[in-house]
């Protein structure tokens, strides 16, 4: 079964960096886009990226220059590097894959931003 699990989540200080992990299993990595999305609180989920299966990425406009998605198709694991940490960052970021029609969650990992 597909079992997506995200690590990396920590409290940072404004402008610091984290690397998110999601490391998948249950399904063929490669062949997969790789979603990021975050939540905040008392808020919706919002897109944050997207890599394709050939690498190609996509980002939200807000969010361009700081974060950056990667994959390691070897390792079955996504990645989402952030920079430049803001408070208004602070979410619980989630890593999904649409398959068959059906969108699949890990149970996600918290960033929080705050001096």
């Known amino acids: 079964q597909v079992q997506l699990v995200e690590s990396g989540g920590a409290l940072v200080q404004p402008g610091g960096s984290l690397r998110l992990s999601c490391a998948a299993s249950?399904?063929?990595?490669?062949?997969?886009?790789i979603y990021w999305y975050r939540q905040a609180p008392g808020k919706g989920r919002e897109l944050v990226a997207r890599i394709e299966t050939s690498g190609d990425t996509n980002y939200a406009d807000s969010l361009k220059g700081r974060f950056t998605a990667s994959r390691d198709n070897a390792k079955n694991t996504a990645f989402l590097q952030m920079n430049s940490l803001k408070p208004e960052d602070t979410a619980m970021y989630y890593c999904n894959i649409m398959q068959l029609g059906s969108n699949y969650w890990g149970q996600g990992t918290q960033v929080t931003v705050s001096s």
């Open positions: 249950g399904f063929t990595f490669s062949l997969y886009a």
